[in-house]
């Protein structure tokens, strides 16, 4: 960023010095030749550091670009793969708790996602806390796609029953 900075200062400062220049020029022929050559080294400064660049240099800052642009996208592609899996999970969950109080139960329901053959994350597996119904079982079977071996039911009661006071 100190580059940066030292070079704009060296822009606005030649741009400054010309335009006093061109001002303080007698008139005439003059003052026309003062402002061109401050129209001239203002371009200088402002091309100034294209100079220090090497016939290697341009190709070196293509490819470093290329491959800051490759990691930023497969960090975007990570970043949406993470916030879909956290949609499924969620709305998964919510869907299973739906059909477990269609059938009167009270549970707990966490789902985890994974990966599928495309690279789309599904759901794969289903902890549930709380008691076991076949019911439940089946429509999770059903209306997720999660095999009952893949359906962990923790049937003792995790919860106090107490609440705490926020």
Known sequence: MGA????????????FAASLAGELAP????RGAVRLVG?????LALLCPL?????AAVPAMKADFSGQTQA???RYRREGRETLSAIIEQRTASYILDKACGLGLECGVEVTVSAGESGVPLPS???ITGGYSAALAALIEEGV?????????????????TEESG
Do not use: F, H, M
């Open 39 to 43: 129209g001239l080294l203002v371009l």
């Open 125 to 127: 597996s289903v902890t």
């Open 27 to 30: 008139g005439g022929r003059e």
């Open 51 to 55: 100079a220090g660049l090497g016939g």
């Open 145 to 161: 796609g999660i095999p009952a071996d893949k359906q962990i039911w923790l049937e003792e009661d995790t919860w106090s029953g």
């Open 4 to 15: 940066l900075r030292q070079w704009l200062l060296g822009v606005v400062l030649t741009a």
């Open 72 to 74: 930023q996208a497969e």
